[in-house]
Each structure stands twice: as C-alpha cells, then as structure tokens.
C-alpha cells in the first residue's frame, strides 16, 4: 500500500472565492468542479507531506497550509497585486528556506515557501 496523494479539503459556503487565490495569483488549474467542490492542482511532480507542529517556527503561527513555489518574491509580488495582506515576512530562515505567510479568502494562514 502507498498513498498516491494527500488532498487539503477548506470548507467554505462560497468555492469560488478560490479562484483569484488559488487559480490566478498562484497558477493552479481547475481539476473538478461539481459545483459544491472545486479541486486545483497542477501537473507538476510532488512530493506527499503532512506536517504536524507546536507552531509555524520563529514563534509564528502554525500555518494551515504550506505550499512550495519556485520563486516566492514573484508570488509575494502577485499576492500583493491581488490585495492580499502580508501577515509575516518575507524572511530568510534560519532553516534554509525563504517564506512569508498570507491568509487565502476563507481565511487560513498559508506558508508560501522556496527553499535556498
């Protein structure tokens, strides 16, 4: 047995309120929509993750999600173009990674993350 894919379910009243987050600002593509659910994903390879932790590092809040880009400046730059607050960094980390942190439309903390 192996687990093919690890899927973060938000529920919300309003699936729309995704798109310009998720769909426009960080690429995704729509995968499913039933109407009642709306999946994005992506074509790239990733790898499967699940984290469990007593907070975000720094003393900062434990993110809901963390997601990993290829260049979190450009992200940061469309978060912000978008209207999206900013509520931590963007920071190195002592850990090797380059972050900041974003609430998405239904109000969970996102970890926008590259490491370098």
Do not use: C
Not at 55 to 77: A, C, M, R, W, Y
Not at 79 to 96: C, D, R, S
């Amino acid at each position: 047995m192996k687990v093919k894919r690890i899927i973060a379910n938000i529920e919300t009243q309003d699936v729309s309120a995704a798109k310009i987050f998720y769909q426009d600002v960080l690429g995704l593509d729509i995968r499913m929509d039933h109407g009642w659910i709306i999946t994005y994903g992506s074509d790239e390879k990733m790898s499967v993750q699940i984290s469990f932790a007593t907070q975000g590092g720094s003393n900062t809040p434990t993110p809901d999600l963390s997601i990993e880009v290829d260049d979190v400046d450009e992200v940061l730059d469309r978060m912000k173009n978008a209207g999206f607050l900013i509520e931590y960094g963007p920071v190195n980390e002592t850990w090797g990674v380059r972050r900041f942190f974003v609430r998405d439309p239904f109000g969970k903390l996102v970890n926008i993350v590259t490491h370098v």
